[in-house]
């Protein structure tokens, strides 16, 4: 956290998400706070705690001013107050137009290859043009007369806004980090507002992504589209004097050292019997998936492979259960709305295939879960699933590796995550490869217990040196230097 600070070097932080960290719901009375089920807030939820700066987002949920003092404004954590939220309130219209249509219906499959077609209208380009614009509007009126603000724009809701702010403030250093992963040149050309997006994106003194294969595709866009000096030496864009760095910064979590955690007192064998308990069900072999219900996540895939193992191996039928925790998500969207059905209907086929007595192949808990909720299941599991078909990071392979204070457990991980860069001690699988992830739960369950602590030590120690005040400081440092050279070379 200080390492954070320092890079800050005494300027103010703004992040700007789309997600806000905490939500207020009215319920009769009474105001309930959740925390969104999002990799983006557990990422940058300790680095804005750490550095009391101003997080602005969308306001979604539905408690008033009148019932509590939330309205625009409000100092967070609720328990521990450190940092600013500002919200900005949108319309039905707005949110479906910039939110629901084009962020999700277009963005968002246009970057994953999960074979989704995106979906371009222009009423939803034009509300989202609208919405950058309204929270450059805050973000000028938050950062106000600061001499040096440090502005970090988070992911592909907010493609427009560098430049619209930069318009604006050009002394503010701007860097915007996109969370999903970014398509080839080709692939990407199918949006018919691609050259405004890239020049919106452009207006940025440092464009972020994950990995460099994902800095490589849009560094080819760029190239491809617009008249601008690409330069592949030292990643980075000029154009009409102004150049912007490409650079990759792999997000991760808070891990910051094995220090004593009272709540690990509690051995896996307990978690696992008191969860067991509580779910109504006997095994003796438990895995655990952590998803919002999204059809890049691989979660049929997933089934189908428990489905093998129990083919391959019947000697797991009665034994090995596989836990899928699916949060709701995106439910205004048809493709969501479907995708949630076919998951259901996936665990019902495969448990009436082989359920008996007490034990079942897949209990599907489909709601939100708080992070201690979560902890218990990372940490009862002997195994954790992530088999995204696509995936900028995956968080939650970075989270059960954080949760394993006991070396035990084995990761299994899709090969097109970006993590699956950084965490070469999981069992790495291809999510489409049906046979193959069975056969990785089986080695999963094999593994012998020293070479699971062996792999899990390793990935502990990879994600502690890479944790996320390790990508915020050097994304901070990087966009402060960046700024740096352009006045040395009088680029503005
Ligand atoms: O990381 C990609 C991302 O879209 C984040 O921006 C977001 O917080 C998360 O996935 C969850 O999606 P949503 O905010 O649409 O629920």
């Avoid at 968080?395 to 006991?406: I, P």
Wanted: aromatic share 10%; glycine share 6%; charged share 25%.
């Amino acid at each position: 956290a200080d390492h954070v600070r320092n890079k800050l070097n005494g300027s103010s932080l703004f992040v700007v998400s789309n997600r806000e960290p905490y939500t207020h719901t009215r319920q009769d009375k009474r105001v309930n706070v959740t925390v969104p089920a999002s990799g983006l807030v557990t990422a940058l939820e300790p680095i804005l705690r750490a550095c009391h700066g101003t997080w602005v987002a969308h306001g979604s949920g539905n408690a008033d001013a009148e019932t509590v003092d939330i309205h625009d404004r409000l100092k967070v954590p609720p328990d521990d107050p450190r940092y600013t939220l500002r919200r900005i309130w949108l319309g039905r219209e707005e949110e479906d137009g910039y939110y629901n249509g084009f962020a999700n219906e277009g963005l968002w499959p246009l970057c994953h290859i999960a074979h989704t077609r995106p979906i371009f209208r222009t009423s939803d380009w034009e509300y989202y043009n609208k919405v950058n614009k309204k929270f450059a509007d805050a973000l000028v009126e938050e950062i106000g007369s600061e001499e040096h603000p440090t502005v970090l724009i988070q992911d592909y809701h907010f493609a427009l806004l560098p430049r619209m702010l930069k318009e604006r403030l050009p002394h503010a250093r701007v860097a915007i980090f996109w969370h999903i992963p970014w398509p080839n040149a080709e692939s990407f050309s199918i949006c018919p507002w691609q050259r405004e997006l890239l020049d919106g994106l452009l207006g940025a003194d440092l464009i972020g992504f994950h990995t460099q294969a994902h800095c490589n595709n849009f560094l080819h866009t760029v190239d491809h589209v617009l008249e601008a000096k690409v330069d592949w030496e030292h990643f980075f864009i000029e154009r009409n004097q102004h150049r912007s760095s490409v650079l990759p910064f792999p997000i991760s979590v808070e891990l910051v050292e094995d220090r004593f955690d009272a709540r690990n007192e509690i051995s896996a064998e307990e978690e696992r019997s008191t969860l067991l308990l509580e779910l109504g069900i006997e095994a003796t072999f438990l895995g655990v998936g952590v998803d919002r219900v999204d059809y890049t996540k691989g979660i049929l895939e997933r089934f189908r492979a428990v489905e093998s193992l129990l083919e391959r191996y019947p000697k797991y039928q009665g034994k090995f259960t596989f836990i899928q925790i699916g949060a709701p998500t995106r439910s205004r969207i048809k493709r969501y709305v479907d995708f949630q059905v076919e998951v259901k209907n996936e665990v019902e086929r495969i448990n009436a295939r082989f359920k008996r007595g007490k034990w079942k192949p897949i209990v599907f808990q489909n709601r939100e879960h708080t992070h201690q909720e979560v902890q218990r299941y990372y940490r009862a599991a002997h195994l954790c699933m992530v088999t995204s078909l696509h995936d900028g990071m995956n968080l939650v392979a970075k989270e059960y590796v954080a949760a394993r204070q006991d070396e035990r457990g084995v990761l299994i991980l899709s090969r097109f995550t970006g993590a699956a860069r950084e965490l070469h001690d999981a069992i790495i699988v291809n999510p489409y490869d049906v046979e193959s992830t069975a056969e990785a739960i089986a080695q999963a369950l094999e593994m012998n217990v020293s070479e699971m602590a062996d792999r899990m030590r390793r990935m502990r120690r990879s994600v502690m040196e890479h944790n996320i005040y390790w990508w915020a400081g050097s994304l901070i440092g990087q966009l402060c230097s960046v700024r740096l050279r352009q006045n040395r070379t009088n680029i503005s």
